[in-house]
């Protein structure tokens, strides 16, 4: 009995169970139907035209689920004016949504023109307005451009985006018919409706705008050609290549056999490079201008490309190649305040097939406009000599005037006097003392307490400390003179591009405006020096915007000059430089004898290591260390990732080992400072030629850093220097 109760129980719990399953399962076959109803009617057609066959089969007939997908399938692809769109509704303007962005312009284009394979189904290409790139998106993720214009449009100070959205409206006019305007029509046009625009839902083929195509034409390139940089050896490689390709991207190989071929003419000198166009394909082009950047020519399309693209890089947008200004694989300079970039074609084609491999192994890598020109490394991307006169542009000229530079044996062959505003840690009389320079007095103005605590633990009396620079008054600078030499270097906090909440030059909440300080107190200096000769340098970051460098061009009449640390050290520190120190734009000289890795200035403990021959730039921010390249730190201890000690640091700077250990300062506080600091031997680079001005007490060899053998700082109260035992 009690067995029987058990399996009645057991069978009524099926039958239960299945009487569930199968309500649910009608629910959801009503609901799904309901909702699908409702989107048809979405569709209703005016009375007498009547609801399309395949709407009247899908809503009011019962058919297997394979049948409704189909009909679903048939509804998708159909072109319909209120945003409904397919996977080949080429040429049509849309708002595209990729992760970390918001909805941005593009307009659907076919897989084979951008060079891509054919997408998944319910897949898109679509290429970007302003940034000029193609990705594929799911068609979930794409929306009609003009029906959302007003959602998706927002104002913004995103140039880019601005750029993409004049773009699309005059995309969106060439297809109408219309006029194109530039932006404030363009937008007008947008606000009133879009008069007169196209209609989407008439099957009409779609043409793209010339600058559609020309990009179009960019991107296949990038990808065709410099998508791998193992697959073309030469020419023939090229022909080898084309053979097994689809006939479009055959004929994009061809096109650049052609000028390969004219290009291995160039290198071997049988041609002028100056007579091709180095940033396009074509052979039969006439040359318009000279390439900006490098020995080369372009003609007169690749010209205005250029000059568009040194437009975007001026008001700090979206970069493409320097070379050929397209976008695709592109390889960035490692150098924090370049940042050029160089598509993979360009780099394949001029300098070497394996180049690009290289440069993808190499880290930190440093461009061809950033090293110093080598056959081996730049093949035929020769800079020019004039590049940067070439783009500081015309307007800059005025400044560009010839100086007299002293006689030599004039002077009178005397100790320095020198006045060091902003003087941090007394970095310029480190350099002053390496080179045997002697210094009669050092007027340091500082507000940091370490930093003086720094200078007066290893300078002592030498050093003579004037407070802020703002309580330098015109008195106390009369009494001061003569001075021979004039430097400085305020924080550049207020002035970097990596600081979004600078306050520039004229806040005078921040620190930028010290600049004004500085002009005043040197053109006090000139007036009462009377016939004593004044040198001055001024010194501040390269990542600046380029109004910032300009106001500071005009403030001190001068021009500045850029120079690395990495030439002359382990660390990549580029920095502006104004004055009229005689020798400031002179090359820095190349020692192959004088090897700057960084292995060489690190400490030898065994199981110590250095990851890579040079570092990017060491700042006040901690972070700054833990860069990692190729996914390690710089150093390796015991096959561990560790950061630069602050020994180490001290040394990449050119200072003596345990300069700032004073005070108690903790590492922390020691790094900040030297963050601050200048390069010891850049400012030894810079103030060489002074040698042949002043008096010197004996001009030191600058030793490979593994051939010193400093061991022990000895301080003197007779003598400003720091020397080595």
């Known amino acids: 009995m009690e067995v029987y109760t058990s399996s009645r129980c057991v069978r009524s719990r099926e039958e239960s169970l299945t009487s569930l399953y199968y309500s649910l399962r009608a629910a959801i076959t009503t609901v799904t139907e309901l909702l699908y109803f409702k989107q048809c009617r979405s569709h209703y057609q005016p009375p007498g035209t009547g609801p399309h066959p395949s709407r009247q089969l899908a809503c009011h007939t019962r058919e297997s689920p394979a049948a409704k997908m189909k009909v679903r399938a048939n509804h998708r692809r159909e072109k319909t004016p209120d945003g409904c769109l397919s996977s080949r509704d080429h040429g049509r303007l849309v708002w595209g949504k990729t992760a970390g962005s918001h909805p941005w312009p593009g307009i659907i284009v076919p897989h084979y023109q951008c060079g891509l394979k054919a997408p998944p189904a319910e897949t898109v290409c679509v290429f970007w307005f302003g940034d000029n790139r193609v990705s594929q ?60 625009a196209t209609d989407y839902s008439r099957h009409a083929a779609v043409t793209f705008s010339p600058n559609v195509e020309k990009h179009l034409g960019y991107v296949r390139k990038a990808k065709h050609f410099g998508g791998c940089s193992d697959g073309y050896g030469d020419c023939s490689s090229l022909k080898t290549a084309s053979a097994h390709l689809d006939p479009l991207d055959a004929e994009e190989h061809r096109k650049w056999t052609a000028k390969a071929s004219l290009l291995e003419l160039a290198r071997q000198g049988e041609r002028d490079v100056e007579q091709l166009c180095i940033a396009c394909h074509r052979t039969d082009c006439q040359v318009a201008a000279p390439h900006p950047y490098f020995v080369g020519g372009v003609c007169a399309t690749c010209k205005l490309d250029l000059d568009e693209n040194s437009k975007d890089m001026e008001a700090s947008l979206i970069v493409h190649c320097v070379v050929c200004a397209s976008p695709g694989r592109l390889l960035i300079c490692d150098s924090p305040d370049c940042g050029r970039m160089y598509c993979t074609g360009c780099v394949e084609l001029l300098v070497a097939p394996s180049a690009v491999r290289h440069i993808v192994r ?51 062959k005397k100790p320095l006097r020198v006045l060091s505003l902003f003087d941090g840690i007394a970095t310029g009389l480190v350099a002053l003392d390496k080179l045997g320079l002697e210094v009669e007095v050092y007027y340091s103005c500082e507000t940091d307490k370490k930093a003086t605590t720094v200078v007066n633990s290893n300078y002592r009396s030498c050093v003579t400390l004037l407070g802020p620079v703002q309580k330098l008054t015109t008195e106390k600078v009369k009494e001061l003179c003569p001075i021979n030499l004039l430097i400085g270097g305020p924080p550049c906090n207020d002035l970097s591009l990596v600081n979004p909440k600078r306050k520039g030059l004229f806040d005078f909440s921040g620190t930028g405006h010290l600049l004004l300080y500085f002009n005043k107190i040197l053109m006090s200096i000139k007036s009462f020096n009377k016939e004593t000769h004044l040198f001055w340098m001024f010194e501040n970051v390269k990542n600046m915007p380029k109004v910032y460098k300009e106001n500071i061009s005009m403030v001190l009449e001068k021009l500045p000059v850029v120079i690395d640390a990495r030439h002359l050290s382990p660390q990549s520190r580029p920095r502006y430089f104004w004055g009229n120190i005689p020798g400031m734009s002179r090359p820095i000289p190349s020692y192959p004898e004088h090897n700057h890795d960084l292995h060489h200035y690190i400490a030898q403990v065994p199981g110590r290591k250095a990851a890579v021959d040079k570092v990017n730039c060491i700042t006040t921010q901690s972070n700054s260390l833990q860069t990692r390249y190729r996914g390690h730190l710089a150093v390796r201890m015991d096959n561990q990732d560790d950061v630069l000690w602050i020994t180490e640091i001290e040394k990449i700077f050119g200072l003596p080992p345990h300069y700032t250990d004073n005070g108690n300062l903790t590492l922390k506080e020691r790094q900040k400072l030297l963050g601050q600091a200048w390069s010891v031997p850049v400012i030894c680079h810079i103030f060489q030629p002074l040698c042949e001005y002043f008096s010197c007490r004996t001009l030191l060899d600058l030793e490979p850093p593994r051939e010193r053998t400093t061991k022990r700082v000895k301080r003197t109260r007779s003598s400003c220097s720091l020397y080595t035992d």
Request: negative net charge; hydrophobic residues 30%; aromatic residues 12%.
């Open 137 to 196: 998106l799911p068609l979930r993720k794409v929306s009609a451009f003009r029906e959302n214009f007003g959602t998706f449009y927002i104002h913004t100070r995103d140039k880019v985006f601005q750029k993409g959205i004049t773009a699309c409206l005059q995309e969106l006019q060439h297809q109408s018919g219309l006029p194109q305007g530039d932006s404030e029509e363009a937008l007008e046009w947008a606000e009133k409706g879009f008069p007169g």
């Open 362 to 412: 190499a880290t930190p890598w440093h461009c061809f406009l950033c090293e110093p020109f080598s056959p081996h490394t730049h093949g035929l991307l020769k800079p020019r000599p004039e590049w940067t006169e070439r783009i500081c542009g015309p307007e800059d000229s005025w400044m560009c005037t010839f100086e007299e530079v002293p006689d030599p044996s004039s002077f009178p």
